[in-house]
Protein backbone atom coordinates (compact mmCIF):
# COMPACT_ATOMS: atom_id res chain seq x y z
CA UNK A 1 0.00 0.00 0.00
CA UNK A 2 1.53 3.60 -0.74
CA UNK A 3 4.77 1.65 -2.77
CA UNK A 4 4.11 3.41 -5.82
CA UNK A 5 3.10 0.66 -7.65
CA UNK A 6 0.73 2.52 -9.96
CA UNK A 7 2.77 5.75 -10.19
CA UNK A 8 6.16 3.58 -10.99
CA UNK A 9 4.19 1.18 -13.37
CA UNK A 10 3.37 3.94 -15.68
CA UNK A 11 6.59 5.17 -15.56
CA UNK A 12 7.73 1.71 -16.92
CA UNK A 13 5.08 1.35 -19.43
CA UNK A 14 5.88 5.26 -21.09
CA UNK A 15 9.38 4.25 -21.26
CA UNK A 16 8.79 0.45 -22.29
CA UNK A 17 6.29 1.47 -25.08
CA UNK A 18 3.54 -0.84 -23.87
CA UNK A 19 0.39 -0.15 -22.29
CA UNK A 20 -0.05 -0.03 -18.52
CA UNK A 21 -2.71 -1.79 -16.66
CA UNK A 22 -3.73 -1.57 -12.92
CA UNK A 23 -6.31 -4.55 -11.68
CA UNK A 24 -7.38 -2.63 -8.55
CA UNK A 25 -8.71 0.04 -10.91
CA UNK A 26 -10.11 -2.59 -13.15
CA UNK A 27 -12.05 -4.11 -10.21
CA UNK A 28 -13.24 -0.27 -9.34
CA UNK A 29 -14.24 0.12 -12.94
CA UNK A 30 -16.47 -2.90 -13.08
CA UNK A 31 -18.08 -2.74 -9.32
CA UNK A 32 -18.57 0.67 -10.20
CA UNK A 33 -17.43 1.90 -6.50
CA UNK A 34 -13.98 2.18 -4.71
CA UNK A 35 -12.07 -0.89 -2.79
CA UNK A 36 -13.52 0.40 0.36
CA UNK A 37 -17.26 0.12 -0.49
CA UNK A 38 -16.79 -3.21 -1.24
CA UNK A 39 -14.56 -4.40 1.94
CA UNK A 40 -17.30 -2.57 3.72
CA UNK A 41 -20.02 -4.17 1.83
CA UNK A 42 -19.05 -7.42 1.20
CA UNK A 43 -16.03 -7.94 2.89
CA UNK A 44 -12.44 -9.14 2.29
CA UNK A 45 -13.25 -12.86 0.83
CA UNK A 46 -15.71 -11.21 -1.64
CA UNK A 47 -12.79 -8.56 -2.83
CA UNK A 48 -10.47 -11.38 -2.90
CA UNK A 49 -12.42 -13.19 -5.35
CA UNK A 50 -12.89 -10.36 -7.82
CA UNK A 51 -9.26 -9.67 -7.01
CA UNK A 52 -8.60 -13.28 -8.68
CA UNK A 53 -10.31 -12.82 -11.22
CA UNK A 54 -9.12 -9.94 -12.05
CA UNK A 55 -5.66 -10.39 -12.14
CA UNK A 56 -6.34 -13.89 -14.07
CA UNK A 57 -8.15 -11.51 -17.12
CA UNK A 58 -5.07 -8.91 -16.98
CA UNK A 59 -2.17 -11.70 -17.14
CA UNK A 60 -4.48 -13.92 -19.89
CA UNK A 61 -5.14 -10.15 -22.27
CA UNK A 62 -2.25 -7.58 -20.91
CA UNK A 63 1.00 -7.73 -22.73
CA UNK A 64 2.51 -4.78 -21.23
CA UNK A 65 2.85 -3.39 -17.37
CA UNK A 66 0.40 -4.46 -15.05
CA UNK A 67 -0.01 -3.42 -11.28
CA UNK A 68 -1.38 -5.57 -8.76
CA UNK A 69 -2.93 -4.65 -5.71
CA UNK A 70 -1.09 -5.65 -2.62
CA UNK A 71 -2.78 -8.58 -1.41
CA UNK A 72 -2.75 -10.37 -4.76
CA UNK A 73 -0.01 -12.42 -3.94
CA UNK A 74 -2.26 -14.05 -1.28
CA UNK A 75 -3.89 -16.22 -3.75
CA UNK A 76 -1.31 -19.15 -4.53
CA UNK A 77 -3.00 -19.60 -8.00
CA UNK A 78 -2.06 -16.04 -8.63
CA UNK A 79 1.32 -16.15 -7.30
CA UNK A 80 1.75 -19.87 -9.63
CA UNK A 81 0.63 -17.70 -12.72
CA UNK A 82 3.50 -14.72 -11.54
CA UNK A 83 5.97 -18.07 -11.60
CA UNK A 84 8.39 -16.84 -14.35
CA UNK A 85 7.29 -13.21 -15.11
CA UNK A 86 9.57 -10.33 -14.75
CA UNK A 87 8.07 -9.32 -11.79
CA UNK A 88 9.04 -6.30 -9.47
CA UNK A 89 8.44 -6.07 -6.19
CA UNK A 90 8.66 -2.34 -4.57
CA UNK A 91 8.68 -2.36 -1.19
CA UNK A 92 8.99 0.29 1.67
CA UNK A 93 9.33 0.89 5.45
CA UNK A 94 6.29 1.96 7.45
CA UNK A 95 7.65 5.38 8.74
CA UNK A 96 7.63 6.00 4.36
CA UNK A 97 4.38 4.31 4.59
CA UNK A 98 3.17 7.13 7.29
CA UNK A 99 4.89 9.75 5.19
CA UNK A 100 3.13 9.02 1.66
CA UNK A 101 -0.60 7.67 2.72
CA UNK A 102 -1.07 8.65 5.74
CA UNK A 103 -2.46 5.28 6.96
CA UNK A 104 -5.91 6.52 7.26
CA UNK A 105 -8.79 4.60 7.44
CA UNK A 106 -9.98 5.01 3.24
CA UNK A 107 -7.51 1.64 3.53
CA UNK A 108 -9.72 -0.94 5.30
CA UNK A 109 -7.12 -3.44 6.60
CA UNK A 110 -5.52 -0.54 8.33
CA UNK A 111 -8.35 0.83 10.10
CA UNK A 112 -7.44 -0.04 13.86
CA UNK A 113 -4.12 0.68 15.03
CA UNK A 114 -2.63 1.35 11.47
CA UNK A 115 1.10 1.06 12.31
CA UNK A 116 0.69 -2.30 13.66
CA UNK A 117 -1.58 -3.69 11.13
CA UNK A 118 0.68 -2.15 8.41
CA UNK A 119 3.25 -4.01 9.86
CA UNK A 120 1.68 -7.17 10.33
CA UNK A 121 0.64 -7.05 7.06
CA UNK A 122 4.17 -6.77 5.77
CA UNK A 123 5.03 -9.67 7.90
CA UNK A 124 2.88 -11.47 6.42
CA UNK A 125 3.42 -10.49 3.00
CA UNK A 126 6.63 -10.05 2.33
CA UNK A 127 7.94 -13.74 1.95
CA UNK A 128 4.63 -13.83 -0.67
CA UNK A 129 5.85 -10.58 -2.41
CA UNK A 130 9.52 -11.70 -2.56
CA UNK A 131 8.58 -15.28 -3.81
CA UNK A 132 7.15 -14.13 -6.77
CA UNK A 133 9.36 -11.27 -7.70
CA UNK A 134 12.53 -11.58 -9.44
CA UNK A 135 13.68 -8.27 -8.42
CA UNK A 136 12.66 -6.00 -4.82
CA UNK A 137 13.59 -2.38 -4.76
CA UNK A 138 13.20 -0.24 -2.00
CA UNK A 139 11.05 2.98 -2.41
CA UNK A 140 12.05 4.48 0.83
CA UNK A 141 13.37 8.31 -0.20
CA UNK A 142 13.16 7.80 -3.70
CA UNK A 143 11.11 9.51 -6.68
CA UNK A 144 9.18 7.54 -8.45
CA UNK A 145 11.15 8.27 -11.97
CA UNK A 146 14.37 6.91 -9.60
CA UNK A 147 12.54 3.77 -8.49
CA UNK A 148 11.66 2.91 -12.17
CA UNK A 149 14.64 2.85 -12.97
CA UNK A 150 15.79 1.01 -10.60
CA UNK A 151 13.41 -1.54 -11.58
CA UNK A 152 13.75 -1.29 -15.40
CA UNK A 153 18.29 -1.87 -14.25
CA UNK A 154 17.37 -4.78 -12.21
CA UNK A 155 14.93 -6.48 -14.63
CA UNK A 156 18.03 -5.60 -17.14
CA UNK A 157 15.39 -3.63 -19.57
CA UNK A 158 17.20 -0.66 -19.91
CA UNK A 159 17.59 -0.90 -23.16
CA UNK A 160 14.16 -1.55 -24.07
Known amino acids: MGSGKSTVGALLAERLGVAYRDT ?23 FRKLEREAVRAALAGHPGVLALGGGAVLDPDTRAALAGRPVACLLMDVDEAVRRV ?25 PLYTEVARVVVATDDRTPEEVARAVLDALELNDA
Open 102 to 126: GLNTARPLLAVNPRRQWRELMEARR
Open 24 to 46: DADIVAAEGREISDIFLDEGEEH
